[in-house]
């Protein structure tokens, strides 16, 4: 069963703007991941938030997670066409080795 | 290698025959994950390996599915009497210790399964 849920489902931008999706999780959390997959690929790991810290930064990436909320945001900022690819949340689920994921935002950065 | 390597890249099989799908992790991570991705779906876990263990194979669907990792690095995900339902992506990650909870996840390409 999945326990995040992307929002939006796809979303589609010119380049240069920022790009920024949401995910929501269910249960309690150590840590929520975010990753990128381009189509037909393997996922990469973007960035990794602790359950103990409010945001994030990693390059372009920004990422913030409010657990009384049970929600993360990533944003990107400055998009590049090569952003394009659908991301997704993780979510540790609190006490076993299974990530469980949403089923992604699927970005797309028009040049 | 320098990342995880799965092998094959793309699988057609018949309903009923036998599958096999190899893992080569990162040289050196202790932990291996088999996740199995439908289309337009997030990864659903299959099985996690700690070593030559199976440390949790809740996630397998059912007795055909079964994983061996028996020298602690390459890993088969082995699928008896396949079944259409069973086409999907399967992907491989693995990390540096494992354990709880959870960290960064090294994926490889997936295997493409298609049961005709």
């Known amino acids: 069963s999945q326990q995040g849920e992307e929002d939006p489902q796809a979303l589609s931008i010119q380049e240069g703007e920022n790009a920024t999706m949401n995910c929501s999780y269910k249960t309690s959390i150590n840590n929520l991941q975010w990753y990128r997959q381009n189509s037909g690929r393997g996922l990469v790991h973007l960035i990794l938030i602790r359950s103990n810290e409010r945001e994030k930064h990693s390059g372009r990436l920004r990422v913030t997670l409010d657990t009384s909320k049970k929600s993360s945001s990533l944003l990107i900022t400055a998009s590049r066409a090569a952003d394009t690819a659908s991301y997704f949340c993780a979510t540790d689920g609190g006490s076993n080795y299974q990530l469980i994921w949403g089923a992604g935002t699927k970005l797309i950065i028009k040049p | 290698g320098a990342g995880v390597s799965q092998t094959p890249s793309n699988k057609v099989t018949e309903k009923g025959k036998y599958v096999e799908l190899r893992c080569d992790p990162i040289s050196g991570h202790t932990a291996l994950y088999w996740y199995r991705q439908s289309l337009g779906q997030g990864p659903e876990f299959l099985i996690y390996f700690q070593g030559t263990g199976a440390a949790d194979d809740s996630g397998l669907p059912n007795d055909r599915f079964f994983a061996v990792r028996p020298e602690g690095s390459v890993s088969t995900l082995k699928i008896q009497r396949t079944e259409r339902g069973d086409s999907a992506v399967y992907l491989c990650?693995?990390?540096?210790?494992?354990?709880?909870?959870?960290?960064?996840?090294?994926f490889g390409e997936g295997s493409r399964l298609t049961v005709l």
């Open positions: 990650a693995s990390s540096l210790r494992g354990g709880t909870p959870t960290g960064e996840l090294f």
